[in-house]
């Protein structure tokens, strides 16, 4: 079965600083990866998402995420940040799982962004 | 707009009542899921539906029930309910099949109080 780790539940970083965002998935082949983005009071909205080819997938709103195999890893980052982008980071692994796609959500990451 | 629709998005309640939250899946998407969303247990999967069938369950509670129709809008029916039931409450829909996963699109969320 797959599962995904994020293992920081804030972060706070200033604007116009650059952000990383953690995650690490375990699944025992390459699985889908996904980030989605909750503002408050809203639902999730689908940043990237990668599954093959290039392993540094371009979203949008200005993100990036970086695939490594070698870690387990799928880290989000943004070189500059805006007061906007003030919300909460899920990321996701799906995979196929008794015969049908299934996806598992981290348990998040809040973003704070200070002037 | 996401192209979920979710009605309603604001339910107060009592204790004990039954209440019906509805979720149109954006259009071509054959896959309904709802999530849970609160405070102290963060995302819980509860259950997707595949073209009118159950595909899934996740934690979700015995007084909860779910079905997807024809036209492949879905309804979550909560009864019973206790105040620990107040949460978000999230659809989200995907065009996945067996092989391939696109990711999910959310819904906006019913926000549930019991009182």
């Known amino acids: 079965a797959q599962s995904v780790t994020q293992p920081d539940i804030h972060i706070t970083v200033s604007e116009g600083a650059s952000l990383e965002l953690r995650c690490n998935y375990s699944?025992?082949?390459?699985?889908?990866l996904f980030w989605y983005v909750q503002s408050p009071g809203q639902g999730l909205q689908l940043l990237l998402k990668?599954?093959?080819?290039?392993?540094l997938v371009q979203g949008i709103k200005g993100f990036e995420a970086e695939f490594k195999r070698s870690q387990s890893s799928f880290n989000l980052r943004k070189p500059s940040v805006h007061w906007s982008d003030a919300a909460e980071y899920f990321c996701?692994?799906?995979?196929?799982?008794?015969?049908?796609?299934?996806?598992?959500f981290g348990t998040g990451t809040k973003l704070q962004v200070i002037p | 707009d996401s192209g979920v629709t979710q009605t309603p998005k604001h339910l107060i309640t009592a204790t004990g009542q039954r209440v019906t939250l509805r979720c149109s899946p954006r259009s071509g998407d054959l896959s309904v899921y709802w999530y849970q969303q609160s405070l102290d247990q963060g995302l819980q999967f509860l259950i997707q539906?595949?073209?009118?069938?159950?595909?899934a369950k996740g934690n979700i509670l015995e007084r909860f029930s779910a079905q997807q129709f024809p036209d492949l809008h879905s309804e979550l029916n909560l009864s019973s309910l206790e105040l620990g039931d107040s949460a978000l409450y999230f659809c989200?829909?995907?065009?996945?099949?067996?092989?391939?996963?696109?990711?999910?699109?959310f819904g906006s969320g019913t926000r549930l109080t019991v009182v």
């Open positions: 990668y599954f093959s080819g290039d392993t």
């Open positions: 699944y025992g082949a390459t699985p889908y």
């Open positions: 989200a829909s995907s065009a996945n099949d067996r092989n391939h996963n696109y990711g999910y699109t």
């Open positions: 539906y595949y073209n009118g069938e159950e595909r």
């Open positions: 996701a692994v799906g995979a196929r799982s008794g015969g049908y796609q299934k996806v598992t």
